[in-house]
């Protein structure tokens, strides 16, 4: 199953193409990647992107390039769940110089409408303690730190929380449309 695009008033949410990756592997092999698994050596970085982008035919759910009116890539959200996560989880990435602007927000309530409409009711963020952005973004978006979620396999508390994202909290489908 391709990615479905979505529209935002400022945003398309798009499949990924080639240039895509090789931008988030150019983000994933510096410091800004510590709280993403990274830094990344290319080839690793690589295999974790295409997975993501695999997962739309794996899983019928996987990662949107974030492309803003101009056509500009900016970053992907999206949801996944590889072998190691108990739950799917929605993520965000930006590139450096597209934070400030909102459109990580912009991003994520759009694919959490899509995941409500598309049966969803409940999604996860794991986020690496310290990561103040994420954290007040899943907030922001409705999440709620879950202390009591399972972490991916081999994670510990000290290396991931969890926030729970639920159609029928403040992250509803109303407040997206």
């Not at 970085?45 to 890539?73: C, H, P, Q």
Request: hydrophobic content about 40%; charged content about 25%; aromatic content about 10%.
């Amino acid at each position: 199953m391709p990615a479905p695009v979505l529209h935002t008033p400022r945003l398309t949410l798009r499949g990924h193409v080639l240039a895509d990756l090789e931008a988030l592997c150019d983000l994933f092999e510096t410091d800004r990647a510590r709280f993403m698994g990274g830094p990344l050596p290319r080839k690793e970085a690589w295999r974790w992107i295409a997975s993501e982008v695999g997962m739309w035919d794996l899983r019928g759910f996987g990662y949107w390039g974030i492309e803003t009116r101009d056509g500009s890539f900016v970053g992907q959200v999206g949801l996944s769940q590889p072998p190691h996560f108990p739950e799917a989880e929605i993520g965000w990435t930006l590139l450096e110089g597209a934070e400030g602007n909102g459109y990580a927000a912009e991003a994520a309530q759009a694919a959490l409408h899509w995941a409500w409409e598309t049966g969803f009711e409940t999604l996860v963020s794991y986020i690496t303690p310290g990561n103040d952005r994420s954290i007040a973004l899943a907030e922001r978006l409705g999440a709620k730190h879950d202390e009591d979620a399972p972490l991916p396999a081999g994670e510990t508390p000290a290396e991931t929380v969890v926030y729970r994202h639920r159609a029928d909290a403040d992250g509803s489908p109303e407040a997206y449309a």
